[in-house]
C-alpha cells in the first residue's frame, strides 16, 4: 500500500493564486463593455427613433451584464484573501461595480453618468488589480 502510494503521489506541487497562472484575469474586459454601455447610452440620448431605442437598451442591458460577469469572474477568481487583506475596502468595491452595472445603475438606467459612475469603479478596481499584479 506504500509503495502504491508513494508512486501516486506527486513528485512536483505547482501553486498559483488564481485558477491559471497569472495572465488571463484582466479588469480591461469589464472596461471595454462599461466604455461600449456608456457610448450606446449617449447615442440612445442623441436619437429620437423609438425603435433605435429600443435596440439601444436591448444592447445596454447585454453589455451590463457582461460587464457584471467579468467583475464577478475577477472577485471569485482572481482576488484571494491576502487581496482583501490589503485592500479592505474590495469587497464593497466590488459590490458597488457590480450594483453600478446591474438594474439601478447602466441595466436599468440610460443616463450616460451612470455609465461613467460604473467607469469610475472598475478603474479603482484596476487600480487595485495592478498593484496586486507588481506583489
Known sequence: ???LSRILSPRLEATAHCDLPCGVYDPAQARIEAES???????????????FRTRAILIAEQRSELVKHHLWVLWTDYFKPPHFEKYPQ???LVNKATKAAGATGTKGSMDPKKGQELLDYIAEIDKIFWETKQG
Open 90 to 92: 474590495l469587497h464593497e
Open 1 to 3: 500500500m506504500r509503495l
Open 37 to 51: 454601455v456608456k457610448a450606446i447610452q449617449e447615442k440612445y440620448q442623441a436619437n429620437e427613433d423609438p425603435e
